[in-house]
């Protein structure tokens, strides 16, 4: 079982929900995404997203652009991230998720990333665009390392895509809380229910839940439904508001906190 299936059971033997936050790497540099990942897990992060930056983010909102501009202004580049990877593996065992469009990923070569990305500490990759009928090829690089490959589920995936999500999947399942781009949302959309009882009838993998999911209730509801629950673009927010700021990360750490503690 990879460290991200024993989070998952772990969590479950506790009875509890699993919390996932998201990070742009590099934003605004390396150095405050180290701090923050660290920060994260001290609040009580069970699993990190760590976000590839990338110049075209088609499904991300403008908090994630704007973070991903920023990173891509300070010269991030896939090297720098896993080398950023290896020096976090020093201090923390903390899942680790690559979240990424699968352009930057190719152009780096695929198996050589795979291969660099095991070695220097990462548990899976996400990748947004990577639809289950092209993805067959990438799957099996990722399987031969030993790595998991997290899947997008949507409201509008049928139920033959869902079945095939499933089956591509491992670690868990991304279920997508409503159609649209990323980004923080006062409630949760009615469409999340439909698509986790789907995806039930198809696996016993974790479901996590993602887009929209920024307050406390919002948790507290997704751990009503689901094991995980998916908090990026209300990060992202938090560490852009206070740039600048010497204890960026520990402000982070501290919404985290709050996002926690209301549950």
Known sequence: MTRIGQMFDRARQQGRGVFIPYVTLGDPDLETSRRVVLELEAAGADLVELGVPFSDPLADGP???RATERA????????????????????????????????PLFAYGFERLVSAAKQRGIDGFLITDLSVEEAEGPLAVLRGAGLDSVFLAAPTSTDERIRKIAAYSSGFIYAVSRTGVTGARKSLSDEVQSL??????????????????????????????????????????CIERNIGQPDLA??????????????
Do not use: M
Not at 79 to 92: F, I, P, Y
Not at 250 to 263: I, N, P, S, T, Y
């Open 196 to 237: 986790i009882r789907k995806i039930r009838s198809q696996t016993s993998l974790p479901v996590a839940v993602g887009f929209g999911v920024s307050e406390p209730d919002h948790l507290r509801q997704v751990w009503s439904r689901a094991e995980g629950a998916v908090v990026g673009s209300a990060i992202v927010r």
């Open 63 to 65: 908090v994630i652009q």
């Open 250 to 263: 520990q402000r982070v750490g501290e919404f985290a906190r709050w996002l926690k503690g209301g549950c």
């Open 72 to 103: 891509l202004d300070r010269g991030f580049t896939l090297e720098k991230g896993l080398a950023l990877v290896a020096d976090l593996r020093r201090h923390t065992q903390v899942p680790l998720l690559l979240f990424s469009y699968y352009n």
